[in-house]
């Protein structure tokens, strides 16, 4: 069958999309490729279909939860097996995916990018042939993305290590440079990269400047002078989304709010709602959005200002995927970006934080097992902080990370332990038995430190963690575990420490840096002396032959100016002072250099202040709404006057 029947039969579609032949043809033909389209222009299709035509597993990496559920629910309504593997999965159906691979019944397993962290998966995935390797949102390689994970540098290994017999990288906002990247690690032929373009001609963009104590009211006026249609507000923050949806509500709009701070059930009834309706508000996030498939979102107001153009036009996609006209229209007031920069500066640790991080790791000896928990308390800085940190340490080839484990086990016998062992001749049924005599046992589970245990034994650690799993394969255990453990060898021991953190500082400044600039493209946008939709798409590599003729320039000719931004170093003079001296005797570990007094007063959580409870204290985020900069220049003026 040709790809083209494949396509109808098993799809229902009469005809690919742009992009999508070119991409499959560099796959068949190259074994690799990377697909740059535009959110919502079918990339997943291009893993989707190849996969019918391939012996084994095409295995599916993404962060989006949403995604893979609609995407399994789509591929099972036309008779193709596929599942997805993340925390909700019980263990039987876990055995149950795995003995699909195994047969050779299941087409497509989508997973988290974490789950590599698992070793019981990779020893899984491992076991079977892995015909396609697949990495959605693959800008989170790039460590110059906007939005770059640490467990993406990891793929292009995994891909070598489970064999992957081709590979797909898909994204919908990559800039050149990030696509440079994408290719690299993946190893993928600048001829096997397809690019459909970013243009969307039925987005008529707007961009409107706008004064704070004017926002709402402008909201509330667009939403009444257009025709109803189905419609996302993005905003900032979640105290945000709840305020305007309660002000919309009163003035008798359907409005809902949507945030990371609801529960889960309460998030999917606003989410089945809002898809469910014509006409349907949400007001919601950035999270909102992230691989949901609605054809007839008619309108997206940016609130508040997105962070960077690739979040802008990755969020903006989400409208008009039915090809019908839509309206996207951005409120911009400069008075937003103190709050954008702090999460940026929030994410940069101390430079006694990566010290006292760097001393340990290069004292730990050659070989290490941490806790990366237990790590990030212990150096104050957040996990993602701390993960994006050993990742700078890789990358400066000072560390080289193994596959995790986990240390801690748990086990309750389903049947008398004698009995287990006697199901078991021979060897195997005595080692059975010796894992029981050095478990501790509990009143119902029994405990042990698989390194531990299996030092006592004198067996592998593999091993021994390998019975377990064959106890609970065979339902004659419940098994869990605890205490993940992340390896990883040193291989430059020896290395001047002042170095290495000086390097480190230096790589998170810039990080700091590029946020910042981010930020100004985006301001840049709305004052741009020309076609705006021409200066969105130039940013990603598209030249526009002529302007667009929709965009707000296009349509009046006018340049419009930002509303006066907030001064860059005034603060107020009424902070008290002496209660923050006070707070910083009191707790030296938590406020113990400019950069973290400055957290504290700008709101920004870390560890420490989370342990010290500072996080409830009144002076917490007394400033924050000011620019973290600035009140970062006073916290070290003022400690260098003490």
């Known amino acids: 069958m040709s790809l083209e029947d494949l ?14 032949r070119e991409t499959i043809d560099a796959l068949l033909a190259h074994r690799r490729a990377l697909a740059i389209f535009p959110t919502g222009a079918g990339k997943s299709l291009c893993y989707q279909l190849p996969a019918l035509t391939f012996d084994g597993v095409t295995l599916v990496v993404s962060p989006l939860i949403a995604l893979m ?11 193709v097996a596929a599942a997805r593997l993340d925390a909700s999965v019980t263990a039987q159906e876990w055995f149950e995916v795995v003995d699909q691979m195994r047969s050779g019944a299941l087409k497509l397993l989508y997973v988290a990018p974490e789950r590599f962290n698992n070793e019981k998966f990779l020893a899984a995935i491992q076991r079977v042939p892995i015909s396609l390797f697949a990495i959605d949102e693959a800008h989170c390689i790039s460590e110059w993305g906007h939005n770059f994970r640490p467990d993406y540098l990891k793929l292009a290994d995994i891909a070598e290590r489970i064999r992957a017999e081709r590979i797909l990288a898909l994204t919908a906002t990559a800039t050149p440079a990030v696509a440079l990247d994408i290719r690299t690690a993946f190893e993928i032929p600048a001829k096997c990269a397809i690019v ?50 309660a002000r919309l509500r009163s003035e008798g709009f359907s409005a809902d709010a949507y945030h990371a701070g609801m529960e889960a059930d309460e998030r999917a009834d606003v989410q089945d709602g809002w898809m469910a309706s014509r006409a349907g508000i949400v007001v919601a996030t950035i999270a909102f959005g992230m691989g949901i498939d609605k054809p007839d979102v008619r309108y997206i107001y940016h609130y508040n200002l997105p962070k960077s153009l690739e979040s802008y036009s990755q969020e903006i996609g989400r409208a008009g995927r039915d090809g019908m006209g839509s309206v996207v229209e951005l409120f911009a007031t400069p008075d937003d970006v103190p709050i954008l920069e702090n999460f940026a500066y929030g994410d940069t640790p101390t430079t006694a934080s990566l010290r006292s991080l760097v001393k340990e790791v290069l004292g730990g000896g050659e070989e290490l097992a941490l806790n990366l928990i237990e790590l990030s308390n212990r150096h104050d800085m957040r996990p993602l902080v701390l993960r994006t940190a050993l990742t700078y340490l890789e990358l400066r080839k000072v560390l080289r990370q193994g596959t995790p484990f986990y240390s801690g086990y748990q086990f309750r016998p389903l049947e008398p332990p004698a009995d287990i062992a006697n199901r ?18 509990g009143r119902t589970w029994w405990s042990m430190d698989s390194e531990q245990g299996a030092e006592a034994l004198g067996q592998d650690r593999r091993r021994v963690v390998r019975a377990l799993e064959v106890l609970e394969e065979r339902q004659l255990i419940e098994l869990r575990h605890a205490d993940l453990r992340h390896r990883f060898t040193c291989v430059m021991p ?28 985006v301001l840049a946008l709305v004052s741009h002396e020309g076609c705006q939709t021409a200066f969105l798409v130039a940013h990603f590599g598209e030249i526009l032959p002529l302007p667009c003729g929709h965009c707000t320039y296009c349509k009046t000719g006018r340049v419009r100016s930002l509303p006066t931004p907030p001064p860059l170093h005034e603060l107020p003079g009424s902070l008290d002072t002496e209660n923050l001296e006070s707070l910083e005797n009191m707790y030296p570990h938590a406020l113990y250099e400019p950069r973290s007094v400055a957290r504290f007063l700008c709101g920004l959580t870390s560890p420490a202040l989370t342990r010290a409870r500072l996080t409830r204290h009144e002076m917490f985020g007394a400033l924050a709404n000011y620019r973290f900069a600035a009140v970062l220049d006073w916290a070290t003026s003022a400690r260098k006057q003490t």
Not at 424 to 441: M, T
């Open 424 to 441: 078991f001749p021979g060897e195997p049924g005595e080692l059975v038995r010796a894992i029981f005599e050095i478990a501790k046992r």
């Open 7 to 20: 396509l109808s039969a098993r799809f229902g579609f009469a005809a690919f999309r742009p992009g999508q």
């Open 196 to 245: 459909t373009g970013f243009y969307r001609p039925n987005l008529s963009l707007a961009t409107t400047p706008v004064a704070v104590a004017a926002r709402d009211e402008l909201l509330a006026k667009r939403l009444r002078s257009r025709k109803p249609g189905s419609t996302i507000v993005y905003v900032t923050l979640q105290r945000t989304a709840e305020h305007i949806a």
């Open 69 to 79: 559920k609609d995407q399994i629910d789509f591929l099972r309504c036309r008779g």
């Open 494 to 521: 020896g290395v001047d420490v002042g170095e290495i953190v000086a390097d480190l500082g230096e790589r998170f400044l810039r990080r700091e840096r590029q946020e910042w600039e981010c930020l100004q493209d």
